[in-house]
């Protein structure tokens, strides 16, 4: 008799692969764990580290404004504080690796906005960024304001031609004026005395203008001009502009107006499908769109400030639309906002928190909007007819306005207290008032009228 043998030596083979197999796996599974899980630690680390260095940057910056406001000038810098208080050194500095920029954009004649930003390399494949925003203001200088509850005309000017005054901006002594129609429509008037304003050039630019931002040696417009909606001049020289590059977007809508962040330009526009534009300005003789947004209704006005914009149109359901820019080649929308009733949102101005939003019925919106989710109506005050712009000024405490309203076309509105605005002061101007801009460090009070024999009123406190 003959005992069959049966050998399991195959069987075991198997089983000892198949042990071996899912004993990888696991231990795979647990150093892969350990590995992603200590790299996220150290990113964590890596992005805190960033952020206190970039609010150092800040806190620096507040340090030397307060040293020498006069020392903040338009651009991009490092710090320094081996000499024991912080200076700009070049224009960046290295702490362990982090590569930190401070850059400064003037808002007006002593507000800045300010940014920092830190980068590094959190590994082969990708480099890590944080950048925080604040608004610099020369607190000395805006507190010396006068009494504006009776304002004065300090001089006025005529400038040639029928066309009517538009908008205007004030920088380094000059005002730039732009003009809807008529030619010359962009001129420029040295106001270093401001009780003799002298036209320096006149400039025909083509199609209607409609808005102006000046940056450093240069001066960019909207238009109605198909084929070239913004226009850069070169102002280094302001006796002689030079047209150095302009931008044509997409379908044939208006540019209506713009704003300026750093290097970036915003412009929106009164119709199409894509009505908010970022355009990179970074080579002012070679602008490029960036990326572009469609909006609701025909838009008016925009701000900027501190990583959103802030857009007012015709549209009955989102008088306000909020636009996330941190990223101006990926924009995104924060939400669109509805004001009860039918006017149109026109102008917007925007500090801290609070949006302000003027109609085309004389309403004055004061809103917070610390919570872009839960924003809280702090107030509303009428002031007449079409609100046509605003500037704010004296610590955001004052707005100054410009209207339709026949018997008062500027007004000097106490903010102060947010809950409860009040009219402080209003002017009588000859013709409608289209653009206003305050300047702090004269107190003087801008105004660009319809009036084609005083497009330009200068006013001073009593």
Sequence with gaps: MY???????????VELILAMTVFSIVVFSISTSLFYGLESISLSGQRIRATLLAEEGLEALRNIRDNDFASLVDG??????????????????????????????????????????????????????????????????ESLVGDWSNPLVESNLNLAGSGSGWKIQVSGGYAYIVRQNGSPDFVIVDVSTTSVPLIVSNTAVSGSLRDIRVSGNYAYIASSTNNAEV???????PLLPILVDSLNLSGNDNAVALDLVGDVLYVVRDGGSDQFVAVDISDPTNITELDA?????????????????????????????????????NISE??????????????????????????????????DYSDFNNPIL???????????DMDAGNNNTYLFVGTDQNDSELYILDISNLSSPSILGTYDASSDVNGVYYDPTTDRFYAITEDNSLELIILQPS
């Design 3 to 13: 005992k069959k043998i049966v050998h399991r030596s195959g069987a075991s083979l």
């Design 76 to 141: 991009t810098y490092g710090l320094d504080e081996t000499t024991g208080e912080w200076v700009f050194l070049g224009s960046s500095d290295t702490t362990d690796g982090f590569q930190r920029e401070i850059s400064l954009l003037q808002l007006n004649g002593s507000t800045f906005e300010a940014t920092s930003t830190v980068t590094w390399s959190q590994n082969l494949q990708r480099n890590g960024e944080v950048q925080l925003f604040t608004v610099l203001t020369n607190w000395m200088v």
């Design 231 to 237: 226009a850069v001049y070169n102002i280094s020289n």
């Design 293 to 329: 947004f469609n909006l609701s209704g025909s838009s008016d006005d925009v701000e900027v400030l501190v990583g959103y914009a802030y857009i007012t149109s015709n549209s009955n359901s989102a008088e306000l639309t909020i636009l996330d820019v941190t990223d101006p080649s």
């Design 334 to 367: 924060v939400d669109e906002y509805n004001y009860t009733g039918n006017e149109d949102g026109h102008v917007v101005e925007v500090f801290d928190n609070i949006v302000i939003v003027g109609r085309a019925d004389g309403d004055v919106w004061i809103s």
């Design 378 to 388: 702090l107030s509303v005050i009428n002031i007449g007819d079409d609100i046509n």
